[in-house]
């Protein structure tokens, strides 16, 4: 690691990647009068995946002052109904969860990946307290004060602290010389998008199968994304199939509960892994959402525990330059680490947990799962407990 060279225009962050988690962290310091750059990285393609945004996620945009321009291109998420579709011997009871019964409108707001991270592009470019740099980060100069960014295009950022958002392939992370624990599945998530002739009624229906779970999430309109949890083969022959082929093949998936099918542009397959690193905090660098972690897409914990990440950062950041304390400290860095860390492992547990009692074929495991499903089901102050976890009210 080399020293920071003399440079002019200090930062006091910098935040690198202009996913949606990113795009929330600067938006939010900014707003909070924290001077803060953002390198966007490279051009991004379209992306026709979706993003459940949960409840909590919903208020972390509300507090940035960014949902109500969002909301509009989202679908609520009223009610959400999980269906045993295997064919083994222990099968568990249908169960639907309902916002109401905890007291909200909706458990969250589905939207499009391109609409969630260009809407919020497009404030990002409003905010007086952020500068954008639309290049990508080459490489990080460490020193005892500062941290100077080298870009591939401009002069160079200087910073207190910078916020590491650049995804599973993080420069950042790789700068700072920390490691990711991996775990991959033998599964891979095929997803689409698909009008129907049924209303949804804002109900995100959840099928469990033998490969992981085939879910449909209401859009605005009568519109749906899937995410098909499959095996590496079928994905392959899913991605093979022209329009109207899949459309048949996704409506027998669903059940019909939807009616009939139609495909649009834009279906996608992602291998499934579980990653974690093993800190998310390094010297004046914190690591955010898929540069810290990464989760198979089972209920809808990916982004939404980046944006939790992102709140946590904001909230101890901002309190520290209003302080006037260094936000790259050992000390505020630690307070971010450790209001994070549980929230993290506890739900990547959690999510390894289902979707493993999916994949075995073990009896007990089966009946393990069915039986909490039951329980959920008849036991109201069970199930509400963990609706409310589920939506980000505390950690796991």
């Given amino acids: 690691m080399s020293a920071v060279a003399a440079h002019d225009g200090m930062h006091k962050v910098v935040v690198v990647g202009a996913g949606p988690a990113g795009l929330a962290t600067a938006i939010g310091l900014a707003a909070r009068g924290v001077p803060t750059a953002l390198v966007t990285g490279p051009d991004r393609g379209a992306d026709h995946r979706t993003t459940a945004l949960l409840e909590g996620s919903v208020r972390i945009l509300e507090d940035f002052g960014v949902w109500a321009d969002l909301a509009p291109k989202a679908a609520p998420l009223r009610d959400m109904r999980i269906a045993d579709a295997t064919r083994r011997l222990v099968r568990a009871p249908e169960v639907t969860f309902r916002s109401s019964e905890i007291g909200l409108e909706a458990f969250g707001y589905n939207i499009e990946n391109d609409s969630l991270r260009n809407g919020l592009?497009?404030?990002?470019?409003?905010?007086?307290?952020?500068?954008?740099?639309?290049?990508?980060?080459?490489?990080?100069?460490?020193?005892?004060?500062?941290?100077?960014?080298?870009?591939?295009?401009?002069?160079?950022?200087?910073?207190?602290?910078?916020a590491g958002a650049d995804g599973r392939n993080s420069t950042v992370r790789a700068a700072a010389g920390i490691k990711m624990r991996t775990h991959a599945y033998p599964q891979v998530a095929f997803t689409a998008t698909v009008q129907h002739t049924r209303p949804?009624?804002?109900?995100?229906?959840?099928?469990?199968?033998?490969t992981g779970p085939f879910t449909l999430v209401p859009l605005p309109?009568?519109?749906?994304?899937?995410?098909?949890?499959?095996?590496?083969?079928?994905?392959?022959?899913?991605?093979?199939l022209d329009d109207q082929a899949l459309a048949r093949e996704m409506e027998a998936r669903a059940s019909s509960v939807l009616g009939r099918f139609e495909i649009e542009g834009g279906r996608g397959a992602f291998p499934l892994a579980a990653e974690t690193a093993e800190t998310i905090i390094g010297d004046r660098i914190a690591l955010l959402s898929e540069a810290a972690h990464i989760m198979p897409p089972i209920g809808a914990q990916g982004l939404n525990l980046g944006l939790r990440d992102a709140g946590a950062l904001v909230d101890v950041v901002?309190?520290?330059?209003?302080?006037?304390?260094?936000?790259?400290?050992?000390?505020?860095?630690?307070?971010?680490?450790?209001?994070?860390?549980?929230?993290?492992?506890?739900?990547?547990?959690?999510?390894?947990?289902?979707?493993?009692?999916?994949?075995?074929?073990?009896?007990?495991?089966?009946?393990?799962?069915?039986?909490?499903?039951?329980?959920?089901?008849?036991?109201?102050?069970?199930?509400?407990?963990?609706?409310?976890?589920?939506?980000?009210?505390?950690?796991a």
Avoid: W
């Fill in 318 to 395: 901002s309190h520290a330059v209003a302080s006037g304390r260094d936000p790259g400290s050992a000390e505020v860095l630690s307070r971010y680490a450790a209001a994070r860390e549980r929230d993290i492992s506890g739900r990547m547990r959690a999510v390894d947990l289902l979707n493993r009692s999916l994949l075995s074929d073990l009896v007990p495991i089966q009946s393990m799962r069915g039986f909490g499903l039951y329980l959920l089901d008849r036991i109201g102050p069970l199930r509400r407990t963990l609706m409310r976890l589920g939506v980000g009210d505390r950690a």
């Fill in 200 to 210: 949804h009624e804002d109900t995100s229906t959840e099928f469990h199968t033998e």
């Fill in 221 to 240: 309109g009568d519109r749906s994304s899937i995410v098909c949890v499959v095996s590496e083969r079928e994905a392959v022959r899913l991605l093979g």
């Fill in 121 to 162: 592009l497009a404030q990002a470019l409003e905010q007086p307290n952020l500068h954008i740099a639309r290049t990508a980060l080459e490489r990080i100069a460490f020193g005892p004060d500062a941290l100077v960014l080298h870009l591939a295009d401009g002069a160079p950022l200087k910073a207190r602290l910078v």
